[in-house]
Each structure stands twice: as C-alpha cells, then as structure tokens.
Antibody
C-alpha cells in the first residue's frame, strides 16, 4: 500500500523559511515523478512543484518560482520542498503526491494527508 | 499557463438524479485531463484520467466525455457519498493547472 507522510509544517513569519518532507513507502520511490500540491484554507487545489524520477529536472508554478526548491533523496525515499521568502499567500495545506505510472504523466494517484503551513506575524 | 474553468461553481442535485459538471480549458489539452473528488475533510481522490478512464475502484456511474477544450463529468445517479467538490486538472502542459472546483450539494 502506498503511503506518503508529510512533515515540517508549522507557523512561520512572513519572509521566513520552512522545509517540508514527505516520506514515501509501499512503492519503488525512485521510479516515480513526485509533486507538491497545495490547498489554501477553504480554497481549491493548486499545483506547486514537480520533480522527475532521478531529480534531474524540476518544475514550478509561477507563484513559487525562485522561492521554493523541490528535491528528493531516492536513497531515503523522501521528497522535500524548501520554501523561502514566505508570504501570507503561501498559507495552505501542502500535499505530497505520487503520479499514477512510473515515467508517466502528471496524473495524481496517491496523496499524503498533508501538512499545514501557516504564514503569519 | 492553461487556465481551467469549471462550471457551475455549485450544483444542487437530489439523490438519484444525474449531475453534469463542465470543465473548459483556455487552450487545447487534447485528452490530458483528470478529474478528482474531494469529500469534506478528506484528501482528493483520482476519479478519471485521459479524459475517460476510470481509476481503480471508481464506480461506473462516473463518466467523462470531451477532448480539446471542453470536458464533461457525469454522475449518472447521485449517491450520498458523491456529494463533494470535484476538480478538473490538465497535464498537457507545464505548469499543471486545476479548475477552481464544482461543489455538488444535496438539493
């Protein structure tokens, strides 16, 4: 069974930084592209960032480009999201998401429970 | 970026009735579209992808049609567990984008 467990969320002041982690199990992590998707309180889903299987290529939403960095450690089956220069607009639940097929398109098959990031002074 | 627009924002339907949800893309996404269901307090669940392929375990009452820029999700006979928010998402181009969601509520 696929399990994705996010951690690292919390309260941070505007301009601050935070690193999220996602521990994966139940599948061969190194074969799958991984994504971060967020959801602001009471709002819809927003794609944040993606990384290919070997970590060699990354993608970002315009809203986070230059501030967030996605990475992965395939030896630890862990996905990361380093967030900096945070603003109140970044307040959201951040989901770690596994795509459906190895090497396939961005179809979001499995979702973690999410970790809440609150940016507030 | 490709803008995904869903309509209506809220759909009021009685149990057992049909629900029809629309999703429009600002440019063609071919068949690179997925639908997700999010029940209150739960994480999103993949329903349909490739515009018409049901994910594992998704009941046959869920179907999708369309390609290019216009897509429709149909729930043939609403059950109590179907009252939720539904999102469409394109995976044709970067950045991936979602629609704003359609809430299906009990009439």
């Amino acid at each position: 069974e696929v399990q994705l467990v996010e951690s690292g969320g919390g309260v941070v002041q505007p301009g601050g930084s935070l690193r999220l982690s996602c521990s994966a199990s139940g599948f061969t992590f190194s074969r799958y592209g991984m994504h971060w998707v967020r959801q602001a309180p009471g709002k819809g889903l927003e794609y944040v960032s993606a990384i290919v299987e070997n970590g060699g290529t990354t993608f970002y939403a315009d809203s986070v480009k230059g501030r967030f960095t996605i990475s992965r450690d395939n030896s630890r089956d862990t996905l990361y999201l380093q967030m900096s220069s945070l603003t109140t607009e970044d307040t959201a639940v951040y989901y770690c998401v596994k795509i459906l097929t190895a090497g396939g398109p961005s179809i979001y098959e499995s979702w973690g429970q999410g970790t809440l990031v609150t940016v507030s002074s | 970026e490709i803008v995904m627009t869903q309509s209506p924002a809220t759909l009021s339907v009685s149990p057992g009735e049909r629900a029809t949800l629309s999703c429009r893309a600002s440019q063609s996404v071919s068949s690179s579209l997925a639908w997700y269901q999010q029940r209150p307090g739960q994480t999103p669940r993949l329903l349909i992808y490739g515009a018409s392929i049901r994910a594992t375990g998704v009941p046959a009452r869920f179907s999708c049609s369309g390609s290019g820029t216009e897509f429709t999700l149909t729930i043939s006979s609403l059950q109590s567990e179907d009252f939720a928010v539904y999102y469409c998402q394109q995976f044709h181009d970067w950045p991936r984008t979602f629609g704003q969601g359609t809430k299906v509520e009990i009439k």
